[in-house]
């Protein structure tokens, strides 16, 4: 029996499952619509997909180091006792590694990738998990560095960075840099900067915040009345403290809050042989930017009673 792209498209609006695997469905059930739907639950993939619908904000970010390369991975599930769950921990592990050991393009590309360690895909390996566990478990966003790669996880998976320096090779591999990795890293965990240099800075982003500063003055009775020209060179001596907050290098370092992280950088850099700078990092904070889902145990019992 032959079947349409619509059929297709129902049975994905059916069950919830992927598009792919409704049409494998159909292929192996001859076109018979109820048969495919069976296929799908017989395989899991109906009940995998009713969990896919549920919000995920809670998980853990993942950070992973190999030689010279390095990945950051956020998981999310839907409760913090996943996070806690060695099978969780365990998909996490494998989904950073197979980055590792590939180039995805993004989280669609990884899903189509054959698991580290495993005969299954990504996105198979997921939906199985999705299944063990009884939670939607989401494979949000991951990052990939090569070169001297430092991490750090704060929090038991909160908050992972990952940090790419350009140094020379005997440098990268002493002991010492890496603890020094490790204080930019926290850093950056700590304080959260934007950029690396000013420079890095968009325009657009420095003429906002020095018309919000204009504005600020321009409301402050002791500095209202001011000439503009004053206002302007006020604003120059203020917008340096902007960038102290969003560039990494002009921040006060955490341990040593009388210098700034670009010293600090120097310094180990001239003990070390070798000149350090800061090449790229991320910063991942687990289920940042998602709405996450409130909770209110009274309306959900009276809901239960009605």
Partial sequence: MAFTARDVADLRERTGCGMMDCKKA???ADGDFDKAVDILREKGLAASAKKAGRIATEGMVYAYVDGGTGVAVEVNAETDFVAKNADFIA???TVAKTIAENDPADVD???ELKASGSDMTVAELLREKIL???ENIKIRRFVKYQGAVVSYVHAGGKIGVLVKFDTADDVASKEAFTTFGKD??????????QYIRRDDVPEDVVEKEKAILTEQLKNDEKNANKPPQVIEKIVAGRIGKFFSEVCLLDQSFVKEQDIKVSDYIARTGK???GEITVAAFT???????LEKREDNFADEVAGMIK
Avoid: D, H, N, Y
Wanted: net charge negative; no cysteine.
């Fill in 184 to 193: 930019i890293a926290m850093q950056i965990a700590a304080v959260s900067p």
């Fill in 271 to 273: 003990e070390l042989g």
């Fill in 26 to 28: 159909l292929t192996e």
């Fill in 283 to 289: 910063r991942f904070e687990k289920g940042e930017g």
């Fill in 91 to 93: 998909f996490v592990e």
């Fill in 109 to 111: 590309a990884l899903a």
């Fill in 132 to 134: 063990v566990i009884g």
